[in-house]
């Protein structure tokens, strides 16, 4: 094997043709071409998302939702009827749906889903810069390994329930902190994308990873409740083994923060949707060398803004109000973030207000 270096990459280990690498190293040295680079990376990725909502997406909702209600039931039952906790500790989903079981569990997922957000928001500066600094494959495996941590600590509290509350449960969610969480993951796959593929074909990537993640969070969370159905420990294991073998094919995914770059841009008029930009201060356009002249003989007598930060923003304020397509993009990211967190409250509401069991609402 050639030796290539893998520190600097964003790589965990160096291989070196001299020296024979130790089994482990085996595990994650892989060397590629330029080449092999820009066609692997979109699919690989494209494998990581899938992998991802089949190690996540099959959990979230009707699976943790369950889980959850079954530790706050169990810990209720056993002070006032422990009769009806058999001797695994499972309780049937008919007796936990008395209120103070379920305020109990509003309470824990709430407080879950705020401090995943609030840790979400505190970490992603900090691990861009480590994406960039340290290759966006090392920042990748963080985010993965955090994910499939916070996971293993909802299945160790509900396992151990002698030595665990059900409260602790709402601590999972500082696994975020190690790489981020769903949202900083989508970050690292379109960002190691972008590394690797022109301008005229990363629109294209961009829609077929997005598509992915669509179909995924459309059809996995009825696959985890179906899967429910069937036992209360078969989403875990799938979701939980989909995360394992996820972790190994982030390894096998090249650097991109050193891949070579297309400097040169494509002009406004060749891409359609940035046609309504074109009057964008953003915008690049083509300077005559008459206008350049003229140019540099105005800016001798401009003074330089005091605040450019404040101008730049004072920009974007005035694109965004010439170009709806801005304010009503970014409104719809937030009622799509919206209906996404409320997932879990509709589950629980449907299945006290109807008596419907949770692997029936997928």
């Known amino acids: 094997m050639p030796s290539s270096t893998r520190a600097r990459g964003g790589n965990l280990f160096s291989c070196n043709s001299n020296n024979p690498p130790r089994r482990v190293q085996d595990f994650f040295c892989f060397d590629y071409s330029s080449t092999d680079i820009a066609w692997l990376v979109p699919w690989l990725c494209g494998l990581t998302v899938f992998l991802k909502g089949l190690g996540s997406d099959i959990l979230v909702g009707a699976p943790i939702t369950r889980l959850t209600e079954l530790a706050v039931c169990r810990q209720y039952l056993s002070i006032h009827n422990p009769d009806l906790i058999d001797k695994d500790g499972y309780v049937d989903e008919i007796h936990c749906k008395l209120d103070d079981i379920q305020v109990e569990l509003a309470l824990i997922l709430g407080v879950a889903r705020l401090l995943s957000a609030l840790i979400e928001l505190l970490v992603s500066v900090p691990l861009g810069i480590v994406a960039d600094r340290r290759g966006r ?138 046609g309504c930009l074109a009057s964008s201060p953003f915008i690049p356009t083509t300077i005559t060398p008459e206008h350049a002249e003229q140019a540099m003989i105005t800016n001798v007598h401009e003074v330089p803004p005091l605040h450019p930060k404040l101008s730049s923003r004072v920009q974007f304020l005035d694109l965004a109000s010439n170009q709806p397509i801005i304010p009503l993009s970014l409104a719809t990211f937030f009622f799509a973030n919206l209906c996404r967190g409320s997932l879990s409250v509709l589950l629980q509401y449907i299945s006290k207000r109807y008596g419907w069991p949770l692997s029936q609402e997928g």
Request: include cysteine; aromatic fraction near 14%; charge should be neutral.
């Open 137 to 274: 494959k090392f920042a990748l495996t963080l985010n993965v390994v955090g994910g499939l941590c916070y996971y293993l600590w909802v299945v160790i509290v509900c396992i151990f329930y002698d030595f665990f509350p059900p409260r602790l449960l709402v601590t999972c969610s500082l696994f975020y902190a190690i790489g981020g969480g769903p949202h900083m993951f989508s970050a690292f796959i379109l960002a190691m994308i972008a590394d690797v593929t022109t301008e005229k074909q990363r629109t294209r990537h961009f829609y077929v990873v997005q598509s992915i993640v669509q179909v995924v969070q459309l059809i996995f969370p009825a696959i985890g409740s179906l899967f429910l159905g069937i036992g209360l420990w078969i989403p875990f294991y799938v979701g939980l083994s989909a995360m394992v073998i996820l972790i190994r094919v982030v390894f096998v995914i090249p650097e991109t923060a050193a891949a070579p770059r297309n400097p040169a841009p494509l002009p406004t008029e060749q891409d359609s949707l940035l």
